[in-house]
């Protein structure tokens, strides 16, 4: 890490000495990409700065911001809050007014932001039981505290020896974020993360990642309260690259298009999505061009990493890759993938499409990162989320819980001693992951510590990996595994209702009752049984009910970053357990 660069606010400075830039940001407006340099973007952290401190902001408060569409308001704002000494407490658009609730009062928040009218209004139905003196929004129509009335504030006021005082007496130890996790077996622990430990994860992402040139395009979609969008954005601006912020999810493939991102990080489940749609429009094709279409997708398919390409590989590339390529715009050299298990068969499809997936593994916890696949010769393991990360180490115990400890390791808890005990014990961080460590140096998890149940012949059942070996189906959208004291793992399911219907159409069959359909549930149970033959013989589902509806994060199922609240889910369907298991 540069001696100069040590504390986050330090970022926007760092790149205005060395890769300035006069596209740092870039938002749609009106049709039209509008552009902030990189000398704005320092000189608006500064009136958001001067601001904040006539407004009363002391070191060490706390102030939340949530926004439904990453935009550049979030970053000015993340900037001037950690220069004068407070803490930024990142939130997620689809909370529940509950969440909201909570986090706002056990973060102690004085202040809160938010993107748009909804988001204003629902986090104003619960301002009187919080601690929130006011709520700003960047969107000026919404109420009169908003981000045009700070930068006027900002311009008039002048704090600019007190500025420089504050971030001179910011240490890189110091606390920068509260970043609260989604909570799936609970409430939300606010994860307390050090400027250096975010800092360390960022600037060391430069030898991890093969992007060494600046000015390069990036497209920010992912939700930047998660602390993997964050990490990368605050990568981009160490690395001088143009950050360009999508429109909506809806708009995304337009925007890959328009911007031409040169790498993205995504999630599992955005790429099984596009996948889904890659191979429905296959399915909508007839004759000899469906079946060049889906010979090169078996060919992808069959294709193992640094495998040579041959002749079969350049005719599937003019015909049928490029055109994958040319949804994220043509000029994407690679994607990393966080957040989840990612199926192994979408690594090696789009691996041999021309499209690299480096599979990572992070958490909150531990600033983003603990372990990346590379570009590097060797760098890439299937099944492994590769090699541990500089100034980190790691061991695991006699459980096989994966633990870690080093430079970019939480701080704790934030007001849960209890918890932070708990999870840190002779320094290292327990991870509640379970995995291995294997002899070429490649990490492997195979489950989460607390979602492991026990058959009742006795059988250890990791539902993760069960659960990702079943969603290569393009009929199902999610699917749990239950099972614990029962005598076989069995599963809740949701289809893929946009494929679902596809399907349908094509064999000309009309479903009245999506749970009930004898046909629709044959079919899937065809897929089950194909993809059971990769599994141990207790492992493999033995039944499985579908859902009457579909699991959202805004109806309880899912956590903000999509992970199954399986408790909830399981009170959701008892009726369903049950007959399961009476039958």
């Given at each position: 890490m540069?001696?100069?660069?040590?504390?986050?606010?330090?970022?926007?400075t760092?790149?205005?000495?060395?890769t300035?830039?006069?596209?740092?940001?870039?938002?749609?407006?009106?049709?039209?990409?509008l552009?902030l340099?990189?000398?704005?973007?320092?000189?608006?952290?500064?009136?958001?700065?001067?601001?904040?401190i006539?407004?009363?902001?002391?070191?060490?408060?706390?102030?939340?911001?949530?926004?439904?569409?990453?935009?550049?308001?979030?970053?000015?704002?993340d900037?001037?809050?950690?220069?004068?000494?407070?803490?930024?407490?990142?939130?997620?658009?689809?909370?529940s007014?509950?969440?909201?609730?909570?986090?706002?009062?056990?973060?102690d928040?004085?202040?809160?932001?938010?993107?748009?009218?909804?988001?204003?209004?629902?986090?104003?139905?619960?301002k009187?039981?919080?601690?929130?003196?006011?709520?700003?929004?960047?969107?000026?129509?919404?109420?009169?505290?908003?981000w045009?009335?700070l930068?006027?504030l900002?311009?008039?006021?002048?704090?600019?020896?007190?500025?420089?005082?504050?971030?001179a007496?910011?240490?890189?130890?110091?606390?920068?974020?509260i970043?609260?996790?989604?909570?799936?077996?609970?409430?939300?622990?606010?994860?307390?993360?050090?400027?250096?430990?975010?800092?360390?994860?960022?600037?060391?992402?430069?030898?991890?990642?093969?992007?060494?040139?600046?000015?390069?395009?990036m497209?920010?979609?992912?939700?930047?309260?998660?602390?993997?969008e964050?990490?990368?954005?605050?990568y981009?601006?160490?690395?001088g690259?143009?950050?360009?912020?999508?429109e909506s999810?809806?708009?995304?493939?337009?925007n890959?298009?328009?911007?031409?991102?040169?790498f993205?990080?995504?999630?599992?489940?955005?790429?099984?999505?596009?996948?889904?749609?890659?191979?429905?429009?296959?399915?909508?094709?007839t004759?000899?061009?469906?079946?060049?279409?889906?010979?090169?997708?078996?060919?992808?398919?069959n294709?193992?990493?640094?495998?040579?390409?041959g002749?079969?590989?350049?005719?599937?590339?003019?015909?049928?890759?490029?055109?994958?390529?040319?949804?994220?715009?043509?000029d994407?050299?690679?994607?990393?993938?966080?957040?989840?298990p990612?199926?192994?068969?979408?690594i090696?499809?789009?691996?041999?499409?021309?499209?690299?997936i480096?599979?990572?593994y992070?958490?909150?916890?531990?600033?983003?990162?603990?372990?990346?696949?590379?570009?590097?010769?060797?760098?890439?393991?299937?099944?492994?989320?590769?090699?541990?990360?500089p100034?980190?180490?790691?061991k695991?115990?006699?459980?096989?819980?994966?633990?870690?400890?080093?430079?970019?390791?939480l701080?704790?808890?934030?007001?849960?001693?209890?918890?932070?005990?708990?999870?840190i014990?002779?320094?290292f961080?327990?991870?509640?992951d379970?995995?291995?460590?294997?002899?070429?140096?490649?990490?492997?998890i195979?489950?989460?510590?607390?979602?492991?149940?026990?058959?009742?012949?006795?059988?250890?059942?990791?539902?993760?990996?069960?659960?990702n070996?079943m969603?290569?189906?393009s009929?199902?959208?999610?699917?749990?595994?239950?099972g614990?004291?029962?005598?076989?793992?069995?599963?809740?399911?949701?289809?893929n209702?946009?494929?679902?219907?596809?399907?349908?159409?094509?064999?000309?069959?009309?479903?009245?009752d999506?749970?009930?359909?004898?046909?629709?549930?044959?079919?899937?149970?065809?897929?089950?049984?194909?993809y059971?033959?990769?599994?141990?013989?207790?492992?493999?589902i033995?039944?499985?009910?579908?859902?009457?509806?579909?699991w959202?994060?805004?109806?309880?199922?899912?956590t903000?970053?999509?992970?199954?609240?399986?408790?909830?889910?399981?009170?959701?369907?008892q009726?369903?357990?049950?007959?399961?298991?009476?039958?």
């Amino acid at each position: 890490m540069p001696q100069n660069l040590t504390r986050l606010f330090d970022l926007a400075t760092y790149q205005l000495k060395h890769t300035p830039q006069e596209k740092a940001f870039n938002t749609k407006v009106g049709g039209k990409w509008l552009s902030l340099s990189t000398q704005d973007y320092c000189n608006q952290i500064d009136i958001i700065s001067n601001a904040l401190i006539e407004l009363g902001v002391k070191v060490g408060d706390k102030i939340a911001i949530v926004t439904e569409i990453n935009c550049v308001e979030w970053h000015i704002l993340d900037m001037a809050i950690l220069q004068v000494g407070a803490i930024n407490v990142p939130l997620y658009a689809t909370l529940s007014t509950n969440d909201y609730e909570f986090i706002l009062n056990h973060s102690d928040s004085k202040f809160c932001f938010v993107s748009n009218k909804d988001l204003y209004e629902r986090v104003q139905s619960v301002k009187k039981n919080t601690t929130v003196a006011t709520i700003f929004s960047f969107d000026n129509t919404v109420c009169k505290d908003n981000w045009q009335g700070l930068m006027t504030l900002g311009r008039l006021s002048d704090n600019h020896k007190e500025i420089e005082e504050r971030k001179a007496s910011v240490s890189p130890k110091d606390l920068a974020t509260i970043a609260y996790t989604s909570g799936t077996t609970g409430v939300p622990k606010g994860v307390m993360i050090a400027h250096e430990e975010l800092l360390h994860t960022a600037t060391t992402c430069k030898d991890l990642i093969n992007l060494h040139e600046p000015y390069l395009p990036m497209l920010s979609y992912l939700p930047i309260s998660h602390v993997f969008e964050r990490l990368v954005t605050y990568y981009y601006q160490y690395m001088g690259m143009e950050i360009y912020f999508a429109e909506s999810l809806e708009k995304l493939v337009d925007n890959f298009q328009e911007v031409k991102p040169a790498f993205l990080p995504i999630v599992p489940r955005l790429l099984e999505k596009i996948f889904d749609k890659i191979i429905a429009k296959g399915n909508a094709l007839t004759g000899v061009k469906k079946s060049l279409f889906f010979w090169a997708v078996r060919l992808a398919e069959n294709t193992e990493i640094g495998q040579k390409r041959g002749l079969q590989h350049k005719i599937a590339d003019k015909l049928i890759y490029s055109k994958w390529r040319a949804i994220f715009g043509g000029d994407l050299r690679f994607f990393i993938s966080g957040s989840a298990p990612l199926q192994e068969r979408l690594i090696k499809v789009f691996t041999a499409a021309g499209l690299p997936i480096y599979e990572g593994y992070g958490m909150t916890e531990t600033s983003g990162v603990i372990s990346l696949n590379s570009y590097k010769k060797g760098g890439v393991k299937m099944g492994a989320v590769g090699k541990i990360m500089p100034g980190l180490e790691l061991k695991i115990a006699e459980d096989g819980e994966i633990l870690v400890k080093g430079k970019n390791i939480l701080k704790g808890y934030y007001k849960n001693e209890e918890k932070t005990y708990e999870a840190i014990k002779n320094g290292f961080f327990h991870t509640g992951d379970i995995g291995e460590i294997c002899k070429d140096g490649f990490l492997k998890i195979t489950d989460r510590k607390k979602e492991m149940f026990k058959t009742s012949g006795g059988k250890y059942i990791a539902p993760a990996i069960i659960e990702n070996v079943m969603k290569q189906s393009s009929f199902i959208e999610q699917i749990m595994v239950i099972g614990e004291g029962y005598k076989m793992p069995t599963a809740l399911l949701q289809v893929n209702y946009e494929f679902v219907n596809d399907w349908a159409k094509r064999e000309n069959h009309k479903i009245t009752d999506i749970s009930n359909d004898k046909v629709l549930i044959a079919r899937i149970q065809e897929d089950i049984d194909l993809y059971n033959q990769n599994l141990g013989k207790w492992e493999r589902i033995k039944k499985f009910e579908i859902t009457p509806d579909e699991w959202t994060i805004e109806a309880g199922h899912l956590t903000p970053t999509m992970k199954l609240k399986r408790k909830v889910i399981k009170e959701r369907y008892q009726d369903l357990f049950a007959k399961i298991y009476s039958s």
